[in-house]
């Protein structure tokens, strides 16, 4: 345990988020997502897991140590709902809620269709699979900045 840590975070998590530069992107999956032969094509190649949390838990405990980008629109991405895109499961809902009170303000999950998520999951810096269930569970995280101290 760490003081000031979130203690959901493992040290595996937190090297990740460590090594990852402003615009670097990660992807929390759940358990359904092609997490292991996705990581292995990310900039990390090797799979992260936060089992034993949901979704929201997982991105609730990232944003404790991570600024998500403010300079872009595609900051946070869910994946789309098949034949149902502008549908919002419950559990994208919790994850955008987290994402609102991190941010202090309402900022909108971009919506990926289910192919193109995949190909952009392949792309990103790492891969951390949850212990979410709940079907479309997926969603990208891109880094922001942390400024100066005045």
Known sequence: ??????????ADVLYALRAMGHGDVLVISDTNFPAHS?????VLGDLLRMDNLTA???????????????FVDDF??????VDAPDEIPAVQA???????????????????????????ARAAYAVIQ?????????FMLRKGVIGPED
């Open 94 to 120: 919790e994850v955008q809620a987290v994402i609102n009170r991190s941010e202090g303000r309402e900022r909108t999950i971009v919506p990926v269709e289910r192919f193109a998520f995949y190909d952009r």
């Open 130 to 138: 949850t212990g979410e269930r709940r079907f479309y569970g997926c």
């Open 1 to 10: 345990m760490l003081k000031g840590i979130d203690p959901r975070l493992n």
């Open 38 to 42: 996705v990581a292995q094509e990310t």
């Open 76 to 81: 946070a991405a869910r994946m789309e709902v």
């Open 56 to 70: 929201a838990e997982a991105v609730e405990a990232i944003l404790s140590v991570m600024p998500l980008d403010t």
